[in-house]
């Protein structure tokens, strides 16, 4: 529903968008030239317009939360309307609300190597991992991903991290980030769905060569704190997993 504070003099079309919540990426979007079936410029200070749209969520849309945005725009510059107050991109579109788009069907074991299923701070569940190749030459990217789990509700955002450790136990790459490169947050998580969520490593071109491994976790960015892992058949809880039973070979450079 819009509704003009003033005369409007040039004629503005409507986006209705659907788009990720991390880095504002389009998903999909509704172009109306007439909001309301009335120009703009013809809209009344003293009564609303109904402006519908109808935006499809595409077949291959990853499943993740996503957010519902609306924007005017002038056709002839193609640049948005500013809300008063609000600088920069937030103010050229107005957040509806967020969507969330289920995974049809839970994650295929067979697909991922499971770790014991450990549960960090009682709430995220770790269902297992996938690795592109255990055998690696500097300058490679490592494909990881970690499938998750939400055990009961998340209040907090967490960021997950996993890096390639060396024998003395120093990171030598790394990646943090919110699940699903900051578009999946864990507070948006549904109790019981799998969230595959990658984290590609690039291996330092100067890497000497020689046996590393993985290791990963998870910690509340706001305050750097680790949420504990804890499993059956553990002698107790863990601030990071270390995947030492799968050594990553690093190969002199070809």
């Known amino acids: 529903y819009w509704r003009p504070l003033r005369p409007l003099q040039k004629d503005y079309r409507s986006l209705g968008m659907i788009a990720r919540v991390g880095d504002q990426g389009l998903l999909n979007q509704d172009d109306r030239p007439n909001p309301g079936k009335t120009p703009t410029h013809a809209w009344r200070a003293d009564q609303y317009v109904i402006d519908q749209h109808t935006i499809s969520v595409p077949a291959q849309a990853p499943p993740m939360v996503y957010q519902v945005q609306v924007a005017l725009y002038d056709p002839k510059t193609l640049a948005h309307l500013?809300?008063?107050?609000?600088?920069?991109?937030?103010?050229?579109?107005?957040?509806?609300?967020?969507?969330?788009?289920?995974?049809?069907?839970?994650?295929?074991?067979?697909?991922?190597?499971?770790?014991?299923?450990?549960?960090?701070?009682?709430?995220?569940?770790?269902?297992?991992?996938?690795?592109?190749?255990?055998?690696?030459?500097?300058?490679?990217?490592?494909?990881?991903?970690?499938?998750?789990?939400?055990?009961?509700?998340?209040?907090?955002d967490y960021t997950i991290f996993a890096h390639l450790i060396d024998a003395k136990q120093n990171q030598v790459a790394g990646s943090d980030s919110m699940p699903r490169d900051g578009n999946f947050p864990t507070s948006t998580w549904l109790v019981g769905e799998d969230v595959v969520d990658p984290h590609p490593l690039i291996v330092p071109a100067n890497l000497a060569p020689g046996a590393y491994h993985l290791a990963f976790g998870v910690y509340d960015a706001k305050t750097g704190q680790r949420l504990e892992a804890t499993a059956q058949g553990w002698a107790g809880p863990r601030s990071q997993i270390d995947l030492d039973e799968v050594p990553i070979t690093v190969e002199p450079s070809q």
């Open 82 to 156: 500013q809300q008063s107050g609000i600088t920069g991109w937030q103010g050229e579109q107005v957040i509806l609300a967020r969507i969330h788009v289920e995974r049809p069907a839970p994650v295929d074991p067979s697909t991922y190597h499971s770790v014991g299923d450990p549960v960090f701070g009682g709430t995220i569940g770790l269902r297992g991992y996938t690795l592109s190749s255990a055998q690696v030459h500097p300058g490679d990217k490592l494909d990881f991903s970690l499938t998750w789990r939400a055990e009961r509700p998340i209040a907090t």
